[in-house]
């Protein structure tokens, strides 16, 4: 399921294969929360610009268009006609951000819709079955994402919580996909380790949930307050504690440098709704920092976003035009640019994988990390 190819420190080149293919990593996963990327991309454009994997969100599937149909239909892949690998995200993050609207007890939590108040329950068990029902590739754990700051004794009494949890859904994942009717049989259960910011209890909890010898594991629970001098501090203290042999994912995480600086601290997958957000908004990545196209130096700038870029935007369109299409309000303003910033995403992985297998990781680390922060004056 996972081949380490090689190191460079505690950076990683390794070879992932599921059901549905084989990825390269390191690797960023392209966000559909509801099987579609905001910004009116297809999956006809996820293939054209590099995608590898698709993510797509439990909670929200199960309230619409219900995860009964996107069986009835054939699992998520048929249903957004992606042939490639997808994960699904468990709900456990609505437990963090729909806080006001749910009650954690040990069976599971409670919610209420955020579409139309009505209630719901979702525990380990029931986020098996509906990602079951999705057929994703990789199916997330239930936890709980705990928010930071919180205190000491409630996290350590929490990551107990979401250990029991962890094997409930456990058990839960291998009787479905003993069933005959499974959409996907070869489904994996990834881990998620929690812990806020207590690097001991981080570590703790990194130990109960490798022992379970699950095909991959994530970090959960950070990019949720913390600074990021803080986040990179976790990573540091829990990969010690991953299965070296196993997948690593840092979840919901995050800008260009922050997934140069976790793959230097040894993470494999990504995944972030910011690129497609910023992109709405008008705010594009280069390989010179960053851009705002709504900016009047744009107004008549016959450039591409990026002449460093080769995406099926920068090959055509100009800054102004796109600028053009932000100030007109047109929808095809979202669409190029929500494009060109996944494409860019998805490209920079790629220049990870290239930099690792030719050695060269630490220069490129050096190079672009802060480089790729910072504002583009250009």
Same mark, same amino acid.
């Given at each position: 399921?996972?081949?380490l ?5 505690a950076a ?32 006809e ?27 009835q ?7 957004m ?11 456990g993050?609505?437990v ?6 749910? @009650? ?23 986020s ?6 999705l ?18 004794? +409630?996290? @350590?009494n ?42 001991d209890? *981080? ?13 991959? +594991? ?13 986040m990179y ?8 504690y991953m ?5 690593r994912y ?13 793959v +230097? ?11 497609a ?6 705010k ?11 900016n ?6 016959? *450039? ?12 055509? +369109? ?9 100030k007109?309000?047109e929808?095809?303003?979202m ?8 494409y860019f ?7 990870? *994988? ?10 490129f ?14």
């Open positions: 399921m996972f081949e190819l090689k190191t460079e420190g990683r080149r390794g070879v992932f294969t599921c059901a549905h293919g084989t990825v390269q990593t390191p690797v960023f996963m392209n966000v559909g929360t509801l099987a579609a990327i905001k910004g009116a991309l297809s999956a454009d996820l293939e054209r610009i590099g995608c590898q994997v698709e993510l797509s969100n439990t909670y929200h599937l199960h309230l619409r268009p219900g995860d009964q149909v996107v069986r239909m054939g699992g998520l892949h048929k249903f006609t992606w042939n490639k690998p997808i994960l699904t995200d468990s709900g993050f609505q963090f951000s729909l806080s006001s609207l749910r @009650k954690i007890k040990e069976e599971g939590v409670y919610f209420a819709s955020h579409l139309d108040g009505h209630k719901i329950f979702m525990g380990p068990e029931e098996m079955q509906i990602q079951s029902n057929g994703s590739d990789i199916c997330m754990a239930f936890d709980e994402c705990i928010e930071n700051p919180a205190p000491y004794e +409630y996290v @350590k929490s990551i107990g919580r979401t250990y029991r949890w962890l094997e409930r859904c456990k058990r839960e994942n291998a009787r479905l996909n003993a069933l005959p009717d499974t959409v996907n049989p070869q489904q994996m259960l990834w881990g998620i380790n929690q812990g806020g910011t207590y690097a209890l *981080r570590i703790e909890h990194m130990k109960m949930i490798s022992d379970l010898d699950l095909p991959g +594991y994530a970090i959960g629970g950070l990019a949720v307050g913390e600074s990021t001098e803080t501090e976790i990573i540091e203290a829990v990969e010690p299965p070296k042999e196993k997948t840092l979840m919901g995480v995050g800008t260009p440098s922050n997934i140069i600086e976790a +230097y601290r040894g993470v494999d997958f990504f995944d972030c709704v910011m690129p957000r910023n992109a709405r908004h008008a594009l990545f280069t390989w010179s920092g960053t851009v705002n196209l709504k009047a130096k744009y107004e008549t700038d016959p *450039r591409p976003i990026d002449t460093q870029c080769d995406c099926p935007v920068c090959k055509r +369109y100009s800054r102004a035009y796109i600028r053009h299409l932000f007109a309000e929808m095809l303003a669409r190029l640019s929500v494009m060109h910033n996944l995403y998805n490209k920079l992985a790629e220049q990870i *994988r290239q930099a690792l297998d030719e050695g060269t990781f630490g220069l680390r050096a190079k672009y990390s802060q480089m790729l922060s910072q504002r583009c004056e250009d």
